[in-house]
């Protein structure tokens, strides 16, 4: 095992491995279950993403679609040297199914611990496990089985919107950073006034109380005409103005082009159910997050767009003091 401490969140005392599972000293156990340990007791907030990885497990990991999506997104946002990264200790906060799991333990030797709050972990192994150099945890971002200041590299990738209090979320993993180590981030970003005048701000104050199977089904039912509506207005040359009106995710700016009629449908289904399902949705201005990289001890703090293909992220990445 490489050489991060683990430790119970919850009273901070050291783990050690057992047959069972993870346990400190007064014997409170984490067990180990489908590929990940847990640190969860229930149910939470972000149910609606455990069902949506592990019904679409395989849609966006690369090496199941032959598209390289994940690896120019990881590598044109991290500007990370593969070489550089070998025996290096990761951390991934908010895994879902692995996408990025998989670029790092394909494309690099790092050792990676990944962690998710939903039973995604569970897909994530499916796609990735078993590997040694891969750890997987189902945790939160508040309360991570880490003693601090221990990881090389730390990213956190499209999550920091659905937490509940995005500041704390920040503050946590900077905590996770060694001295010399890089955080860095991709959230969705407010750019004006209009980012909230959008069918998915409207609609989700309902679409986010519905039972999931009922978002799902609901979702699938109206996928062909929506998708129709969508590229009709495209070609037409108004996507950008009235696509914002339909409740379906924006392939423009978000998918590939070229993809075949049933796996574009896929996707898409996939794609408005994590637009209209998840609990929390809060963009971010790329200036508060820079502010809070300063604020909790980040040096060399950069943030703004990463451009890749048609492709833009609204990044920031820093250095621990
Ligand atoms: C939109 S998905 C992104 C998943 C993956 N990074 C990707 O880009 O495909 C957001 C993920 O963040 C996870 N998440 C939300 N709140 C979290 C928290 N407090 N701690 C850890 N993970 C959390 C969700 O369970 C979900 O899998």
Redesign the pocket.
Known sequence: MPSIQLVNPFNHQPLHYSNEGLKDSGNNLFPLENGAYKFVKSDNY?SN??FQ?NKFVTT?IDKSTNFKLSYDRFFAQTGWDKEDLSGKNMLE?????G??TQIVLDHTKANLYS????N?VEANYKNNGPNERLHLFQ????ELPFAPAQFDKVFC???LQ??PDVKK?VESLISMVKPGGELLVDFYSVSGWWTKIHAKYLLRPFTRKMSHEQLYKKIDKHADWLIATNRFFSKIGLGKILNRFLPICDIDGTLPSGLSKEKLREMVVLDTF?MFSPQYDQPQRISTVVNWFNTYGMSNVWGGYVYYGKYKSAVVKGIKK
């Open positions: 972000t993403f455990g990885w966006q906060v908010g895994s879902g199914a996408r990025f962690v998710d709050y939903s995604a945790a939160s971002v508040y990738f499209g999550v659905h937490t979320s994590d």
